[in-house]
Each structure stands twice: as structure tokens, then as C-alpha cells.
């Protein structure tokens, strides 16, 4: 039996405001305008990210127009949703070479057909004092104290500055410029697809409805996924590095991960949790499960196996790669021709610092053709390192020459 599309497109949403709005607005008839907005304000494409971009990619598949809005102007405002404190401010130029990474990007989920790409820097750097002043009458003060965020750091005393107000109308106002009928984005952005609503109502327009979806925890499994944060999977990153990250998020977001990451449905997900909690399916076999599914969606079929069977090879056999990078030993790392172990690893920026390099090295985390080095104090000239293969962690193999 053909799946029920209006479920298919409430599947794995959190929210949808109002309720049964999703069902007026497809009783339209019509290709409806599905907005979503990401501020370019990192290099990659996150697998947090590509929640929401999988979402707007099952509305394009169902009909309707994706209406895709780089936030090249509000990145440098500074989206405060979440934050604690005052956001700084990126210059223009990061920016727009951010955007033009994320475009490309945003190809390996989204179709090209039914695909509408705006610059929100169209509509508000062309906006006028009598424009600003428009937009700031239409909500109040009390109103934006409402928000979570706002309310605990004005509770604490904490700055909020008029810019980080002019965030939320500026992110609605684009709904009005793109006469957008729904908007999509994770839960911590609610707030901002309701402005989106007034605003359009101030604008004599029909308020669009506002879903969103789950915000992915990281690696770490408590924060969510962040480029700042360090937890995160690209969905450019190399098979290999993709799949060994995924084996390392924690045994209880495994469903999580199925359900939100890989092509797995909300009750496929359920069952597979459920055998999780009853024993009756072992963590390790469901997370190699979702790491090749993941890994495939992103590389194509197979990619997933291939990228396993290395991971087996370096973690369970103890074998190298069957490529290693060669890797230049930098002039910085040797002194007088000797090459101090620390001093090398913070030249190939393997570690931040020398005493973040003794860390890893007392730690058993570097070896040198297999054999584990534990004396931070380890020195060889650049003729006895040449040739050999230097492993830091798990994952992190080069062959210096």
C-alpha cells in the first residue's frame, strides 16, 4: 500500500503550528512554497543540518517548491536562539564564502528541480529607516521576552542587544518576501517561524504554518551537533572517517540516529529500540547497521560496507589502511636534525599544544609502525623517521617522508 503523503511529511516532526494547518494548506490544490533558512555561518553541511534539509527534500518529492533562503544578511546579525550570551558578528566576506561552500553542499540532498535558492540580503539590505520602523512595530518588546533565551538572560542581567531583537523580525520578515506557506526548521527556531506568522499577518498575507523537527545531539551525545562544538559528521567527510565517527556516538542515541539520520522510518526505529532495551539486539551490531546506511546515503551503495571493512581492518585486525597518506615531516619539527616527537605532532596539528601532545603520547595514543610510544621525551633523527607510519588516536594514520 502506497504510503499516506500528508504522514509522510508529518513523520518525525515535532511541531506543526497550527495544528491540522499542514492539512489546509495542502487542501489548496497548488505547489505550496516550503521556506527554510540557514545562516551560512560554518564550512560544512552537518548531519544536523541535513535533518531539516531531508524534510524540505520530502516536500520537493511530494510537489511542492522548495524555497531555499541563504541567510547571507542575518549571519551577520547573529541568530541568539539557544544562546546565552551576545552573539558576535561575522564580516561579509566569511560569510559569502561559506554560502558558496554550503551550495554545493546542499546538492547532494536537495533536487534541483522545484528548487528556489534567495539571498535574504535582497530584500533586507534594501530595507529603509521607514522599512525598519515598520518591521520593529509590529511586535513588542513583551512579546520577544517570551522567548526563552531572552527571558533567562534578562532575568540574569545579562546583556541582549536591540540587534539580537532585530534577529527574529528579520528571519520573519523573509517569509513575507517569499510569500512562504510553510516553514521549516529544528525545534530551537519555533519561536523565530511564529514572528514569521504575525508578520505576515501585518503584511495582509495568510500566516504560513510552522513545523519543526528534532535537533540532532552530536557525538558527544548531549550537546547538539555543532562545527564549533567539534561533534559533528560532514556529509562530505571521506567514507572511512564517516563511519568511524558513527561508531562512536552512544549505544542509547542509536535509534535516534536511525531515525533522524539514515532512511529508516519512525516504526522501523521503534522496533529496533525496542530490541535494544529488551536485549534482544546487541548496540554494536544496530550501530555498524546505521553507520553503513548513513555512509551509503552519502557515497552511494556500498560505500557503507567498504567504508566498514576498513574500519575492521585498523580497530578489530590492527592493520593499516589500505591507503596512507604520505606526509611531509615539517621543517619547524626538527631542530638541529632531530625530530622531538611532541614538536612534530603540533606541526602536523595533531595536537594543540606540547603538553597536549605529552598528554596523547603518555596516554598510548601514538604509534610509530604499530609500536606504541610512551615517553613524551621520545627524539629520532629525520632520517630514522622517514618511512615510517606515524598513528595518533584510532583513526589518524600518515606515512612521513
Known amino acids: 500500500m502506497a504510503p499516506d503523503p500528508l504522514a509522510l511529511l508529518k513523520d518525525g516532526t515535532v511541531e506543526v503550528v497550527p495544528e491540522g494547518g499542514l492539512e489546509e494548506k495542502l487542501a489548496l490544490g497548488r505547489p505550496l512554497r516550503v521556506k527554510l533558512g540557514l545562516d ?7 548531519l544536523g543540518w541535513a535533518v531539516v534539509l531531508r524534510k524540505l527534500r520530502q516536500f ?3 510537489g511542492h517548491v522548495a524555497v531555499l533562503i541563504v541567510g547571507d544578511f542575518t549571519a551577520r546579525v547573529g541568530d541568539p536562539s539557544g544562546k546565552s550570551d551576545t552573539r558576535p558578528r561575522l564580516e561579509k566576506e566569511a560569510v559569502q564564502a561559506f554560502a558558496d561552500r554550503l551550495l554545493e553542499q546542499f546538492g547532494l540532498i536537495l533536487s534541483s528541480e522545484r528548487l528556489e535558492v534567495r539571498y535574504n540580503s535582497e530584500w533586507l539590505e534594501a530595507l529603509d529607516m521607514e522599512g525598519v520602523l515598520r518591521l520593529t512595530s509590529s511586535y513588542t518588546v513583551a512579546r520577544m521576552l517570551e522567548r526563552d533565551d531572552f527571558a533567562s538572560r534578562y532575568a540574569d542581567g545579562r546583556p541582549i542587544s536591540i540587534m539580537e531583537f532585530m534577529y527574529p523580525l528579520l528571519q520573519g520578515y523573509d517569509s513575507v518576501a517569499v510569500e512562504a506557506d510553510i516553514e521549516l526548521g529544528g525545534t530551537d527556531q519555533l ?3 511564529l514572528v514569521g506568522r504575525e508578520l505576515q499577518r501585518a503584511w495582509s498575507q495568510p500566516p504560513q504554518v510552522a513545523m519543526t523537527v528534532p535537533l540532532l545531539e552530536g557525538l558527544d551525545g548531549v550537546q547538539k551537533m555543532s562545527q564549533s562544538l567539534g561533534n559533528y559528521v560532514g556529509i562530505t567527510e571521506p567514507p572511512d572517517e564517516m563511519f568511524g565517527k558513527l561508531m ?4 542509547e542515541l542509536i535509534g535516534r540516529y536511525l531515525r533522524l539520520v539514515a532512511s529508516v522510518s519512525s516504526d522501523d526505529a521503534a522496533r529496533i529500540e525496542a530490541g535494544l532495551a529488551d536485549g534482544s539486539s546487541k548496540p554494536n551490531d544496530r550501530k555498524r547497521e546505521m553507520a ?7 557515497h552511494g551503495d556500498g560505500a557503507g560496507a567498504a567504508a566498514e571493512a576498513s574500519f575492521n581492518r585498523v580497530h578489530r585486525d590492527r592493520e593499516l589502511p589500505e591507503v596512507v597518506q604520505d606526509v611531509p615531516i615539517p621543517g619547524e619539527a626538527a631542530e638541529d636534525g632531530i625530530v622531538w616527537l611532541p614538536r612534530l605532532l603540533v606541526s602536523l596539528e595533531l595536537a594543540s599544544s606540547n603538553g597536549d601532545a605529552r598528554r ?4 598510548g595514543g601514538v604509534r610509530l609502525d604499530d609500536e606504541a610510544i610512551l615517553d613524551p621525551a621520545f627524539e629520532a633523527s629525520r632520517e630514522e623517521l622517514a618511512g615510517k607510519v606515524l598513528q595518533v588516536g584510532r583513526r589518524w594514520f600518515g606515512r612521513l617522508v
Open 40 to 46: 551560512p555561518t560554518a564550512a560544512d553541511v552537518t
Open 60 to 62: 520537493q518529492d511530494a
Open 191 to 193: 519561536f523565530n517561524l
Open 248 to 251: 562512536r556516538i552512544p549505544d
Open 292 to 298: 553503513r546506511a548513513v555512509v551509503d546515503l552519502y
Open 360 to 363: 596523547r603520547i603518555e596516554q
